[in-house]
Nanobody, 121 residues
Framework: QVQLVESGGGLAQAGGSLRLSCAAS????????MDWYRQAPGKQRELVAA???????NYLDSVKGRFTISRDNAKNTVYLQMNSLKPEDTAVYYC???????????????WGQGTQVTVSS
């Protein structure tokens, strides 16, 4: 019933920028935290950035000052603005959201399908 659809990945040069979007749809009553994770080949998935429903944010140390997470609650959408990209940012990026939807008495965690970000040196 709930889907997260990501967009905005692609290829960028080192020092460049990309903006990821993730839109939630379905019978949504409320969305709590919305997060971005990434997984590079051969590595574990890691939390890149998180934002609460009230707008508080948290970042992985290696992206602080370069990435910005934001959300539009009216559109049920979370964004990740990525600046000063580095080759080590190359990974599949996934959005995750904690959503209360119709038919459930509690929130559930949903994942997007992932979008590839490749940064060339």
């Amino acid at each position: 019933q709930v889907q997260l659809v990501e967009s905005g990945g692609g290829l960028a040069q080192a020092g460049g920028s990309l903006r990821l979007s993730c839109a939630a749809s379905g019978r949504i009553i409320a969305i709590n935290a919305m997060d971005w994770y990434r997984q590079a080949p051969g590595k574990q998935r890691e939390l890149v950035a998180a934002i609460t429903s009230g707008g508080s944010t948290n970042y992985l140390d290696s992206v602080k000052g370069r990435f910005t997470i934001s959300r539009d609650n009216a559109k049920n959408t979370v964004y990740l603005q990525m600046n000063s990209l580095k080759p080590e940012d190359t990974a599949v990026y996934y959005c995750n959201a904690d959503i209360w939807s119709s038919g459930y008495s509690t929130t559930m965690s949903y994942w997007g399908q992932g979008t590839q970000v490749t940064v060339s040196s």
